[in-house]
């Protein structure tokens, strides 16, 4: 090419032996099968694509906030309901009203009650029971619902007999059904429970069930299954990577709506008698008509409104996070 960077160079010239020029690299032919790849964990990557947005975590620090004032606050702040009973003055006042009459401290943030008791304090402790009593049914009916969904999902035999049963079930409501329960029993946390779940699970295992169906049927897990690969390690390898994301999705958005039917069932009287949202709300729904008590309402009503908010937008950024598919750089 007319250049000297281009013309060859002569090794003979070196003077050195082609046992110095050369080296014999031995070969592996067990690095051929190799695959140069990045490590991938799958959480890594579910919490490397949740914590890469700053809205995720604001709402991820809103939410550890209201779990440590809802599990913590009411430990040292005991909430008592008949604090100033007997003090005509401490009843149905405003926060200012509140802060002057008692000087000024965070649990007069929302005014007083009935009771003259504070409404903060009879928040964050009906916020606890609330939100265990929430989880608590979550982690039941998930726990049930994901082992017959499964099985509803894959086995023939299964899902003839658990269509009948769902088409028997699914005709009564599911609020009379809680309600003729907790009239049948006494009122109570796990009575409460025990209502919620006993026909709770079938809706979630159903879902699941249509999940399983989509997926099982996909030509790798065919591939799969004429290859001699079990049923377990199909559902387990195959099946629940793809799930997990609609999995977490559903019980995030489960906890909000466990919340609103205990409320719902405490507003209409079949509520348990501890102080829940759904009580308090209940107990202050006829300081909503008088003329400067309607704080003493609206402070549960609206927390509870930004509780499920909260709680609905982590459950929806989480699973779009565990989507394999959002893993991608």
């Not at 099985?151 to 769902?166: P, Q």
């Not at 879902?207 to 049923?231: P, W």
């Amino acid at each position: 090419m007319g250049n000297d960077t281009d013309k060859l160079i002569d090794l003979t010239d070196t003077g050195l032996p082609d046992e110095e020029l050369f080296t014999q690299i031995p070969q592996d032919m067990s690095s051929v099968e190799k695959i140069v790849a990045p490590k991938y964990s799958y959480w890594h990557s579910v919490f490397r694509v949740f914590f890469s947005k700053k809205s995720n975590i604001v709402i991820i620090a809103l939410l550890v906030m209201v779990l440590a004032f809802a599990y913590i606050y009411p430990v040292f702040h005991p909430y008592d309901k008949f604090e100033n009973i007997l003090d005509t003055t401490a009843k149905h006042l405003t926060p200012m009203q509140a802060m002057k009459r008692f000087g000024f401290s965070i649990r007069w943030l929302f005014g007083t009650g009935e009771s003259g008791q504070s409404t903060f304090d009879a928040i964050w402790y009906g916020s606890r029971i609330s939100m265990s009593l929430a989880i608590i049914c979550t982690l039941i009916n998930f726990s049930i619902g994901l082992v017959v969904g499964a099985l509803w999902g894959f086995s023939k035999k299964v899902d003839m007999v658990m269509n009948e049963i769902r088409n028997v079930v699914w005709i009564i409501p599911g609020t009379f059904v809680t309600s003729v329960l907790i009239m049948i029993f006494s009122p109570s946390f796990w009575t409460l429970i025990f209502a919620i779940c006993i026909t709770g699970w079938l809706g979630v295992a159903y879902s699941l069930r249509t999940q399983v169906i989509i997926i099982r049927d996909r030509e790798y897990n065919l591939a799969s299954k004429c290859l001699g690969s079990s049923t377990v390690r199909i559902a387990t390898r195959n099946i629940l990577p793809y799930m997990i994301s609609y999995i977490v999705t559903v019980m995030a958005t489960s906890i909000p709506a466990y919340i609103g039917m205990e409320a719902g069932l405490s507003y209409i009287g079949l509520g348990i008698a501890d102080t829940t949202l759904g009580k308090i709300v209940n107990n202050a729904s006829s300081a909503m008509m008088v003329p400067g008590w309607g704080w003493e309402f609206w402070c549960p009503v609206m927390f509870s409104a930004f509780l499920s908010i909260v709680l609905f937008l982590v459950g929806q950024s989480l699973g779009d996070a565990a989507d394999p598919r959002t893993h991608m750089l």
